[in-house]
């Protein structure tokens, strides 16, 4: 596997919340820590039933994704997928505001690092793990789904968004990526090509109607509604006998999924982009930005600011 | 052809509307006597001019799919094929409240031993004839179609519904069946993969807006303005260049149908299916389901009722 | 490759708009009249910075594609694909009440002549380098998109469509031709089986709303908000880097996209349904319509009057 380290560790140490000593106290690095053992509990695992459980996600205050949460998520999946008495696995945010957010481009060299049992990228193999669970994936989005956030929860079977707060954005291509997360091979075949092109080029906020009109998302729900919708579909799921709901989800599955290779093609695209030019040329323009506006603006108005730092590198290339 | 006769037959005695004695005169059974002369004439061809015909269903009260359904929708469909003025073909329920509903399960033996003159299941070969007739087919929904009956509706080519009165359910998953009928092959190509995941694993009722928002139908129409549109469209499509029609309707089918042996082989899971002991193990909830609440009200509430029996079950295993 | 030459030049004689000499006069011929040097001015290129470029069609009053369109679009196309700066190209009207509109079918023989330095015909290979420029296509449409016009739109990234001026129709059909441009293998994944088949069967008007609930264009504006909303995504993604833009619009497209040996054959299916009897049978008919009514009348409301020819044809036919 070609891990372009060098490149990825200079990111590491320019880009956005990523470490220098002044800031390593600041509340976007401190959650962000990966390596100390309070990140283990990032994920909890809840039991509704003997049939229905709930990975919920906590990574405060912006619920970034971190190396530790590939690895703790990976063994909850690999874990659940040995209990035969589970059908429905939820999958929520404990986080306000935010869903999965986006990878912490402050650790790209972990996440790179990253490899599984089977030598597969991390990232990869996670994703064919929940693709291939033995029970029904579900996940209930309040708050912002972002960057590889949007393309794990793409993964799952079902997505049930609250209509009032959940908000979509795929920010790689606007920073200089390429998205590599699988995401766009999901959405293309959910929303068509050309709003999957909109959504992945523009790096823009998408509402939760307008993820729905997409395809983006199963179903919206009046936020007040959204908790009570998604326990009902997993208890009448999971009163389903087993056997016919995953015969069923396979057969689906198969036919609709992007293949594993396809995924870790795109991965490996994504990896390589890790040392285009364009990336570098904007590091310093959102760090900038970020330390101006501060990280909850702007995780919480991404669209706007994806778009005001490119803006900003333009104006100056035009000087 | 793997037929698992006995466990079907098994099916056969103890499920639902088939044949104890004493149930013998029940209107549900009745009506799928197909064994009698008079189940000759479920199937109507009507001529509305020589170049568009309508087929019309009637198997009262419920418009069960038996197995006469399929000798007689296969002869009329291939009749028709023949006659080279036909151009448009109307698929229509003569039954108040149902479109074609799922397949009589008290049936099951009968439909397993169905093959056609090729040699391949009679439903898988239906399917097909109706797929590369040389007309175009167009079903006017109003009422429900559940099951089988909704996976023969997936195979038209045009979908037009009642938005009052049109209902979908695929009810297999529900009852501890693989839907192998087609349904999930199609559907997934139009609807997604997690809309379709959702429709056929929840095994719940959804309303005509709901399926035209996830590319089940064509098109709703309001229900007093159905009639109009489909014959409007008809006597359009009527005027036209039949090898026009036919050779675009082609090209279309050609890229996005389901292939005869993905069919196939969905088909070869539901007849193995029948054996699943989730199956078994709903066959006696569901026979005292449908005998308290009466057959009726189970099929106009399938959704409710799929439900209802699947919570009972859980609830005597908990016990 | 197979031409029809006679059939066409038999076509250019008597149908449609094209040319005895008593009809030479008439606006509908004169914009089309590709020979003249003036006909170089239909596309006029735009720049509206650096990065962003339009390519506006003019040729009034009814902006019927002719083949100097095929010839100066190509050549647009090839040139703002080897300037590096480019990254969005806008693709709109200059006439009011038409976007790009069908082929000029009273020169088919000079379209079927038309062959790219490849020697592929140069319709398909027009499509292949929009498809694979390096640069961003977007589309505004205000007006209506028929015919090739609407296969052309179909190829493009992005389709923005006002929601009040913008209509589709995909006539050939309706004329006894088959719609070989590219348009169905397109549709086809965007709006599913059925409503492709309605779409290019039914040869109808298609009001934007409609379109956009079918995946047809990529979002609707209301049309007094069309232009900025097209101008700010416009300047939004030309701010981003390049590489990022093109990666990803070349991974989702490889993705969504029919292949040019897909459209090729579809191609040679056209120009053999030029041949067809049910053309022939039409072209009088459709002449005398489009002589009664005027070709304004006919091109704005194509929906209904090709249902009108048709009719026509079959009510002689019954006598």
């Given at each position: 596997?070609?891990?372009?380290?060098?490149?990825?560790?200079?990111?590491?140490?320019?880009?956005?919340y990523?470490g220098t000593p002044a800031q390593a106290s600041a509340p976007a690095l401190q959650a962000t820590s990966?390596?100390?053992?309070?990140?283990?509990?990032?994920?909890?695992?809840?039991?509704?039933?003997?049939?229905?459980?709930?990975?919920?996600?906590?990574?405060?205050?912006?619920?970034?994704?971190?190396?530790?949460?590939?690895?703790?998520?990976?063994?909850?999946?690999?874990?659940?997928?040995?209990?035969?008495?589970?059908?429905?696995?939820?999958?929520?945010?404990?986080?306000?505001?935010?869903?999965?957010?986006?990878?912490?481009?402050?650790?790209?060299?972990?996440?790179?690092?990253?490899?599984?049992?089977?030598?597969?990228?991390?990232?990869?193999?996670?994703?064919?793990?929940?693709?291939?669970?033995?029970?029904?994936?579900?996940?209930?989005?309040?708050?912002?789904?972002?960057?590889?956030?949007?393309?794990?929860?793409?993964?799952?079977?079902?997505?049930?968004?609250?209509?009032?707060?959940?908000?979509?954005?795929?920010?790689?291509?606007?920073?200089?990526?390429?998205?590599?997360?699988?995401?766009?091979?999901?959405?293309?075949?959910?929303?068509?090509?050309?709003?999957?092109?909109?959504?992945?080029?523009?790096?823009?906020?998408?509402?939760?109607?307008?993820?729905?009109?997409?395809?983006?998302?199963?179903?919206?729900?009046?936020?007040?509604?959204?908790?009570?919708?998604?326990?009902?579909?997993?208890?009448?799921?999971?009163?389903?006998?087993?056997?016919?709901?995953?015969?069923?989800?396979?057969?689906?599955?198969?036919?609709?999924?992007?293949?594993?290779?396809?995924?870790?093609?795109?991965?490996?695209?994504?990896?390589?982009?890790?040392?285009?030019?364009?990336?570098?040329?904007?590091?310093?323009?959102?760090?900038?930005?970020?330390?101006?506006?501060?990280p909850?603006?702007?995780?919480?108005?991404?669209?706007?600011?994806?778009?005001?730092?490119?803006?900003?590198?333009?104006?100056?290339?035009?000087?």
């Amino acid at each position: 596997m070609r891990m372009p380290i060098r490149a990825a560790l200079l990111l590491s140490t320019v880009l956005l919340y990523g470490g220098t000593p002044a800031q390593a106290s600041a509340p976007a690095l401190q959650a962000t820590s990966a390596a100390t053992p309070a990140a283990k509990t990032i994920i909890t695992v809840k039991t509704i039933s003997p049939e229905v459980r709930e990975i919920s996600y906590a990574n405060p205050p912006l619920n970034f994704i971190v190396p530790e949460t590939l690895v703790a998520l990976n063994q909850a999946v690999l874990d659940l997928s040995k209990d035969d008495r589970v059908k429905v696995v939820l999958f929520t945010s404990a986080v306000d505001g935010f869903f999965y957010n986006h990878f912490d481009m402050g650790q790209f060299p972990g996440f790179i690092r990253q490899v599984s049992a089977t030598g597969k990228p991390l990232w990869v193999e996670l994703i064919s793990n929940i693709e291939k669970a033995p029970f029904l994936t579900v996940a209930s989005i309040r708050g912002r789904a972002q960057g590889g956030g949007d393309e794990l929860m793409l993964a799952f079977d079902l997505r049930y968004a609250s209509k009032e707060k959940a908000i979509f954005n795929q920010p790689e291509v606007g920073i200089g990526l390429f998205p590599g997360g699988g995401g766009p091979d999901h959405l293309v075949r959910l929303a068509g090509r050309d709003r999957a092109l909109e959504a992945f080029l523009s790096a823009d906020d998408y509402d939760a109607s307008t993820a729905e009109r997409f395809g983006w998302v199963t179903r919206t729900l009046p936020d007040a509604e959204l908790d009570e919708f998604v326990a009902k579909q997993a208890m009448r799921l999971a009163t389903f006998d087993k056997t016919a709901l995953i015969e069923t989800k396979k057969h689906i599955n198969a036919i609709a999924l992007p293949t594993e290779a396809e995924r870790l093609e795109a991965y490996h695209q994504f990896t390589k982009s890790v040392t285009w030019p364009g990336l570098q040329q904007r590091m310093g323009v959102f760090g900038k930005v970020i330390q101006d506006a501060g990280p909850m603006n702007v995780e919480t108005r991404m669209g706007y600011y994806v778009g005001e730092g490119n803006r900003q590198i333009q104006e100056s290339g035009r000087k």
